[in-house]
């Protein structure tokens, strides 16, 4: 079966530090992965998507970026943190049939 | 691009009764419309999904219904819970896309 895993699972932040999170998929290939950002109390905003290797799209310009090493490695990155960058970050894969899960979040707190 | 609307945003209802969250799409060729449930501090899991060739799906407490003349879709959770209390989102998705479109959310709070 597959198995979708983030890390870290909490992570506080100074302003202007770098960032670094990591998604990666167990039991697929070739997945579909997304980033996601939800602000609390909020609904899901898409950052990137991928559907292969080296191939990232964004969603919302912003100080974010996102990479693909791998063909099940998902990579967050951000040079310098902004306040507004705060939430929970959600990594998500899907395959050809559409459905799309999602693990278990990073949440984020730049201070 | 799709447009998904989702209401109500808050649904308040007692143990025991039913709920249903109703949500519209634009684009006539989306064809795939899951549903899913976070709880407070979690991930969002597929709880249920519909596709266009089909105009109901049920899986015990919980239906999904689809419109697609009307472009709207509903989720229908009967004999209502306390552990059903969460936050519900909708989503369509085209075929040939790999980028659902969320509804806003509603968060449902069963009063015991």
């Known amino acids: 079966s597959q198995t979708i895993h983030q890390w870290p699972a909490t992570l506080v932040q100074p302003v202007g530090s770098p960032l670094s999170l990591e998604c990666t998929v167990e039991?697929?290939?070739?997945?579909?992965l997304y980033w996601y950002r939800q602000a609390a109390g909020r609904g899901l905003q898409l950052l990137f998507y991928s559907v292969g290797i080296g191939q990232i799209s964004s969603e919302v310009p912003q100080n974010l970026s996102a990479s693909r090493p791998q063909d099940r490695q998902f990579i967050l990155s951000s040079k310098k943190l902004l306040l507004s960058d705060s939430g929970f970050y959600l990594c998500a894969w899907s395959a050809s049939s559409y459905e799309q899960y999602f693990g278990p979040g990073t949440r984020l707190t730049v201070t | 691009g799709e447009n998904v609307e989702q209401h109500p945003s808050t649904l308040s209802v007692q143990e025991g009764d039913s709920a249903v969250i109703k949500c519209t799409y634009s684009?006539?060729?989306?064809?795939?419309f899951p549903w899913y449930k976070q709880e407070l501090g979690k991930r969002p899991q597929l709880i249920i999904d519909?596709?266009?060739?089909?105009g109901e799906k049920k899986d015990q407490r919980i239906a999904v219904t689809l419109n697609k003349t009307a472009k709207h879709f509903s989720l229908h959770i009967t004999e209502t819970q306390p552990e059903d209390s969460a936050v519900y989102f909708c989503?369509?998705?085209?075929?040939?896309?790999?980028?659902?479109?969320f509804g806003r959310g509603t968060s449902l709070i069963v009063h015991p």
């Open positions: 989503a369509a998705l085209s075929g040939g896309s790999y980028i659902p479109t």
């Open positions: 039991g697929t290939s070739n997945p579909n």
């Open positions: 684009d006539s060729a989306s064809n795939y």
């Open positions: 519909i596709r266009s060739n089909v």
